[in-house]
């Protein structure tokens, strides 16, 4: 299987959750809704056509419309998704000290990264949206965990 893996190295966050380490608080919950978000986050780019960076998806090719066209796929001109099993098999899993987005299918690395002629179209990663969005649950989770 291969693997993507990725550090956020962001002070702020590292402050963040070496408080709650400190605090002896334990993770899993705020790692379990952190993957559900990255997992919503994923599944948006397929809306958007855009890399967790921001930059669009290149275009296809007119030959694979054209080969889309004959297959019979509903929307022959949309991006990465030819009957939807690539968005819809984005999964998460989590630990007490991880958070993970991963996809099942066998392309998925060609779509990540490019290959043999189709051009990389990364879905999977960390938009700086997604990153503010990591801070602000581990800040609720900081805040809820105080007030108990």
Excluded: C
Aim: charged share 25%; hydrophobic share 40%; net charge negative.
């Amino acid at each position: 299987m291969n693997v993507i893996r990725i550090e956020i190295q962001n002070e702020q966050l590292d402050a963040l959750f070496s408080r709650l380490i400190n605090a002896n608080l334990r993770l899993r919950p705020l790692m379990a809704d952190i993957a559900e978000s990255l997992v919503a986050s994923t599944r948006r780019r397929f809306d958007t056509k855009r890399g967790p960076d921001g930059v669009p998806w290149a275009a296809l090719a007119p030959e694979t419309i054209a080969e889309k066209i004959d297959a019979g796929v509903p929307n022959p001109e949309s991006i990465l998704e030819r009957w939807g099993y690539l968005r819809d098999l984005i999964n998460s899993n989590f630990g007490d000290d991880f958070a993970e987005v991963s996809s099942s299918r066998v392309y998925a690395a060609t779509h990540q990264f490019g290959r043999g002629g189709i051009p990389a179209r990364p879905f999977i990663g960390l938009s700086p949206e997604d990153l503010q969005e990591i801070v602000e649950a581990a800040r609720d989770y900081e805040a809820t965990a105080a007030g108990q």
